[in-house]
């Protein structure tokens, strides 16, 4: 299915019946990265499956950054007239979950994010220098907001008043310390740290981060039919 917002086009898919749950993926990706958990998830949620601007089978050749993802979704969640859906996001999903909890508050009901960062400096230095020259020699907005993206302040996450679930991997490209300091900084926020996991590996075409997120959600949206089926 297809949507016009904020002057692109999305595609997404639906699944599933009961409350709204959203999946947004990384950079470069789209959202085929769920398909491990996507049908496990929509026994209890209406699922929608989002390809952000530029990527997957949405609209190409337009501008992509943080502020115009969030505003996508935004927009999406209004078109639909979805009723307060959960949100997950994984890397860059998970950067436009944390600003669009705190540009739109009380459109969600809860998040969880996987390998997000708050600013360029929370990735670990080797990342840093990768995507610092990936930027340096491709004008690909992809590659410019890797490296120069995003500018989330503490003060910014302090105001988030969602439930919010923190997740990364033990060797993720996100530095833990500041995977900490992102879950410290949310008020309430739940954090794990995912054993001998990469950045991607327990996400991307995997079932492992689906125990983290039936257990969240079942938390977060009492009276929702999940926890009936297992993956």
């Not at 003060?155 to 833990?176: F, M, N």
Request: with cysteine; hydrophobic share 40%; proline share 6%.
């Amino acid at each position: 299915m297809r949507i016009a917002v904020n002057g692109t086009e999305l595609y997404y898919q639906v699944s599933g019946r009961g409350k709204p749950l959203i999946l947004l993926h990384g950079n470069g990706e789209s959202g085929r990265i769920f398909d491990q958990i996507e049908g496990s998830l929509a026994r209890d949620y209406q699922v929608y499956v989002v390809d952000s601007r530029g990527h997957g089978r949405s609209g190409r050749g337009v501008p992509v950054d943080y502020r115009l993802m969030t505003e996508d979704m935004a927009q999406f969640i209004q078109r639909l007239k979805l009723d307060k859906p959960a949100f997950y996001g994984f890397s860059d999903g998970g950067i436009v979950g944390l600003m669009l909890a705190i540009q739109h508050p009380g459109l969600l009901s809860c998040l969880a994010v996987s390998g997000a960062n708050a600013n360029p400096q929370g990735l670990k230095a080797r990342w840093q220098m990768a995507y610092g020259v990936w930027a340096a020699f491709d004008p690909d907005p992809l590659a410019q907001m890797l490296a120069r993206e995003p500018h989330i302040s503490q003060q910014e996450l302090g105001r988030i008043q969602i439930p919010v679930l923190v997740t990364a991997g033990q060797y993720d490209a996100v530095r833990e310390r500041h995977t900490r300091w992102l879950a410290q900084s949310i008020p309430g926020a739940q954090l794990a740290v995912v054993p001998q996991a990469t950045h991607s590996s327990y996400v991307v075409h995997s079932k492992a981060v689906y125990g983290y997120l039936k257990d969240f959600l079942e938390e977060q949206l009492p009276g929702s039919p999940a926890g009936k089926g297992a993956v």
